[in-house]
């Protein structure tokens, strides 16, 4: 998945407001602009990469097939034409940042935390696994439920002016399937066309309906059979993730808006997990053939990781009907979605859902 994480401009921003408003998070933010600024220094123009000789072949393979699909972006989804994605760094670790996610035991809402400029979001990002770790121990004394996630991706939502600003390519997505590269650069893309302060679900439900969208298109048009094939197979699992988790992500819900006490809430949870990971077990055996790329997030199962879930897909559905209103024409269709993202939250929902 793509990143949640905006810290970079959240870290720029709200480092100077910290500073002259006496925030006691201080430290916080000192760790966001270094992690990010280290993070920009060690990108450079993919140009550079092509030509250095030390470079692997495979790795100039696939920058030059990022640079064709960020040309598409342009040309054909109508996402900005500025410097993002055009340079590549190396980040020699397994995530660009790690999000830490919090709910507590009878709930799926996330906590959040509010920020200058992005407003409040439903979880805190770290560029160091260790503080993100630290942070999550200090949550789950508070009786929190909590999740640890690495992303391989975030946007700075293109307000940072100058090229060495702009969002690079990273070694922690470079690899993926070319379906799910291309999906990924879009959505982040996506999140430069417009931003709603403070609704993570809009601004990700958003983005993910770009990169469906244009995913789709570019698989299509411009990819092998090949590519088609190998992420038909990593789609075909992702889908089932999804169906499998919003089925139990809905029994839970139920079950703590449900009148009945805590404690039978508690020992109804339970069973749910349960049933959960007995599920997933037949599906990877089964369907899938014993492949165990979720096996983590099934594993650590709880509040949290099924709230992170909703901000991604909870209003695409809405989103794709607004895209086919507006004609499937890309200009129209982000016009619409930058005018209800000034709207207020509730006003918001309505218009999007109602297609006012």
């Avoid at 660009?96 to 935390?113: G, P, Y």
Wanted: glycine content about 8%.
């Amino acid at each position: 998945m793509a990143g949640l994480g905006i810290v970079g401009t959240l870290a720029l921003a709200a480092g100077t407001v910290c500073l002259t408003a006496g925030c006691s998070t201080l430290g916080y933010y000192a760790h966001s602009v270094g992690g990010h600024l280290d993070l920009l220094r060690s990108a450079k123009p993919v140009p550079e990469w092509l030509s250095d000789e030390e470079a692997k072949p495979e790795l100039k393979e696939r920058l030059a097939l990022t640079q064709r699909i960020r040309d598409y972006a342009v040309t054909e989804l109508k996402l900005p034409d500025n410097a993002s994605y055009r340079r590549y760094a190396d980040l020699h670790r397994p995530a660009a940042v790690w999000n830490v996610v919090a709910a507590r035991e009878l709930s799926l809402t996330l906590k959040t935390w509010c920020f200058p400029v992005v407003g409040c979001v439903g979880y805190r990002g770290y560029f160091d696994r260790q503080r993100a770790d630290a942070f999550a121990e200090e949550l789950r004394a508070e009786k929190l439920e909590v999740s640890v996630y690495g992303v391989p991706a975030y946007s700075t939502l293109g307000t940072l002016p100058g090229d060495f600003f702009s969002d690079p390519l990273l070694s922690t997505f470079i690899h993926y399937p070319e379906g799910e590269l291309a999906r990924l650069i879009f959505h982040e893309l996506a999140h430069q066309v417009a931003y709603a302060a403070g609704d993570t679900e809009f601004n990700e439900s958003f983005a993910t309906a770009v990169e469906r969208i244009g995913g789709t298109r570019w698989l299509e048009q411009k990819s092998t059979a090949q590519a088609r094939q190998e992420y038909a197979e990593y789609d075909a699992r992702r889908q089932d993730f999804r169906v499998i988790t919003q089925k139990y992500r809905d029994k839970l819900d139920a079950l703590y808006k449900s009148s009945t006490t805590d404690d039978e809430k508690r020992a109804r949870k339970a069973a749910i997990m349960v049933e959960l990971r007995d599920e997933y077990a037949a599906m990877k055996a089964q369907r899938w053939g014993g492949f165990s790329g979720y096996d983590g997030w099934f594993s650590r199962a709880n509040n949290a990781a099924f709230g992170v879930l909703a901000a991604y897909n909870e209003l695409v559905p809405d989103f794709e009907r607004l895209f086919e209103r507006e004609g499937r024409d890309f200009p129209r269709f982000y016009a619409e979605v930058k005018r209800l993202a000034k709207l207020p939250k509730n006003e918001r929902r309505a218009a999007l859902r109602q297609g006012d």
